[in-house]
């Protein structure tokens, strides 16, 4: 049964009436940004982003989130140990369709090192079943793979679902879809999507998403958003988000009014050099080194690739803080999580020597926070 909560949510957005010229105007944007766009743009945005403050406001003081939440913070701050992540990474296929200069698996693609495979079914339910038991509270979708490359897809979220997984997520590129398996994502109890996008203009856009087409997949965002008004569906909660470098830094101010009408959340993530392959200058600019960084997600994550392979960052792409297998016999998450070698990087984290970890100390979160160009 829905929560009070849930049923204003659902009301506030069958409220949230965006006039279907808005559909125009940002097509108008995709062929030609122009300032000219920009009076009638924020006229129609600024209903948008009213309503949905009052959305996402209210689905963020559910109780169980809230407390998810709380233990998320404590985790990080406190370094409040768990029996069991409080969140998985599950890589449930470790293919894609695109070649995204900024990711890493493009580079481990073009050395040979990248292996591409599906998970079956009967090995994420394993996951899911250990996890349950033992406290998880979240899990996301993919890793560095197109989850919906997956067949089994649908089927995962609602297992994850009936299981009571409080927050299922996952990120797409959104590139692989259509209306009946949007349909099937937002039925399956699909918590959040996040739609990788990154940019506001055809050009940009398709320098960055190598292999994808920008018409395409403005088309494929804005029908998935349109089913869910339809079937008033309050979930999954609709995100879209833009990795901030020097590519496309000049359109972070323009890209919520761009996407927003179409998401309930418009965020941005700065630049990470996450495997330490990518030889471009992408930044915009470094604060000081920060060698003194702890990362929070030793206390609060795992990540399992599509290959079964267990490791400690999600941004692991060369498998150097592999702490053990999931098929292994013996091997189970929760030894992983409570086991030495995970413990011994907790203690060098926390005595402020993670540079003394190879994949650590070639992190971004340790060489400095990216600043956004002024």
């Given at each position: 049964m829905k929560s009070?909560?849930?049923?204003?949510?659902?009301?506030l957005d069958k409220e949230m009436k965006i006039p279907k010229k808005?559909?125009?105007?940002?097509?108008?944007?995709?062929?030609?940004?122009?300032e000219e766009n920009d009076d009638e743009l924020n006229g129609l945005y600024s209903h948008y982003k009213i309503v949905k403050k009052n959305i996402n406001a209210k689905y963020r003081n559910l109780p169980d989130y809230k407390e998810y939440r709380r233990l998320w913070r404590d985790t990080a701050v406190k370094h409040v140990e768990t029996e069991f992540p409080l969140h998985l990474d599950i890589e449930v296929t470790s293919y894609c369709n695109l070649a995204c200069p900024m990711c890493p698996r493009t580079h481990r693609v073009a050395?040979?090192?990248?292996?591409?495979?599906?998970?079956?079914?009967e090995t994420f339910k394993k996951i899911i079943d250990e996890g349950t038991e033992k406290g998880l509270k979240a899990i996301n979708l993919n890793n560095f793979g197109e989850s919906f490359f997956n067949k089994k897809l649908v089927e995962m979220i609602e297992y994850a679902k009936s299981k009571g997984v409080?927050?299922?997520?996952?990120?797409?590129?959104?590139?692989?879809?259509?209306e009946i398996?949007?349909?099937?994502?937002?039925?399956s109890g699909l918590d959040r999507i996040i739609f990788s996008l990154d940019s506001i203009t055809k050009e940009i856009y398709e320098k960055i998403r190598i292999g994808a087409n920008f018409e395409d997949t403005i088309k494929n965002v804005r029908m998935f958003h349109t089913i869910r008004e339809k079937m008033c569906n309050y979930k999954p909660v609709i995100r879209v988000s833009m990795v901030r470098m020097?590519?496309?830094?000049?359109?972070?101010n323009k890209f919520e009014k761009f996407w927003g009408p179409y998401a309930d959340e418009v965020t941005y993530t700065d630049y990470r050099n996450q495997d330490g392959l990518d030889k471009t200058d992408r930044y915009t600019e470094f604060k000081k080194e920060n060698k003194s960084y702890s990362c929070p997600a030793l206390w609060q994550r795992l990540t399992i690739n599509a290959t079964g392979e267990v490791t400690a960052c999600c941004r692991d792409a060369g498998k150097r803080l592999t702490l053990g297998k999931i098929n292994d016999e013996n091997k189970s998450l929760t030894n992983i999580w409570n086991g030495d070698k995970l413990k011994e990087s907790r203690n060098l984290h926390e005595n402020k020597q993670a540079y003394l970890i190879d994949a650590c100390n070639g992190c971004d979160h340790i060489r400095g926070h990216i600043l956004p160009k002024k």
């Open positions: 009070n909560s849930f049923k204003h949510y659902v009301s808005l559909d125009n105007i940002q097509l108008k944007f995709a062929e030609n940004y122009n050395l040979g090192e990248w292996k591409n495979k599906m998970m079956k079914f409080l927050d299922v997520m996952l990120h797409t590129n959104g590139t692989v879809m259509d398996l949007a349909e099937r994502i937002i039925n020097k590519e496309n830094d000049h359109e972070a």
